[in-house]
């Protein structure tokens, strides 16, 4: 049986570098769920088509190619607003699901983290993570990182742009950002990576010992 760990969680709260270091730890596959919205949206602007025609974004999220999805090209802020826009339209979601599903298939396990993971695209994963921090921390780190890159920001605005990004998350019609009910909670406000990545190992491995 394929181990499937699914973690949630709202913009800028960790939840990325943990998804990547648990798979690289256990050995699983890993899929930003959030780049394959993005990649739709990035597909749609290079061919220069509407980003408000649903079923032409619908058909190009049906023929993406997960593998090679490149977090550097695809962290771009315009490509994350053309991804706002699509992600709030029912078959464009309904198309990226069909294929996030079919990822966490892969043997020996998987490792998805996005916004709906444990809630709509794999309910029942084994391990469900909910990894938050306030919007200050997160805009905070945004800010950082930034910063660290190089490049010119703007606190307020992040910060801004992080309540507004949680807003639309949680309050869309179609799967709105939320815990699964029988998800683990993990505030990383004011946790170190580290530290949040041994709290997450603790829960997969006594679900892991559970399971054997």
Sequence with gaps: MTIVIAIDGPAAAGKGTLSRRIAETYGFHH??????????????????????????????AETLELAGLDRDILS?????????????MSSVRKALVTAQRAFSKKAPGTVLDGRDIGTVVCPDALVKLYVTASPEVRAQRRYDEILARGAAADYEAIFADVKQRDARDMGRADSPLKPA???????????????????AKSIIDAALSQNA
Excluded at 78 to 88: D, H, L, N, P, T
Aim: aromatic share 4%.
């Design 31 to 60: 899929l930003d769920t959030g780049l394959t919205y993005r990649a739709t949206a990035k597909a749609l602007l290079d061919a220069g088509l509407p980003l408000d025609d649903e079923p032409v974004a619908a058909k190009v």
């Design 76 to 88: 771009k802020h315009e490509i994350g607003e053309a991804a706002s826009k699509i992600a709030v």
């Design 181 to 199: 009910e029988d998800a683990h909670l993990l505030d990383t406000s004011e946790m170190s990576i580290e530290a949040a990545f041994q709290a």
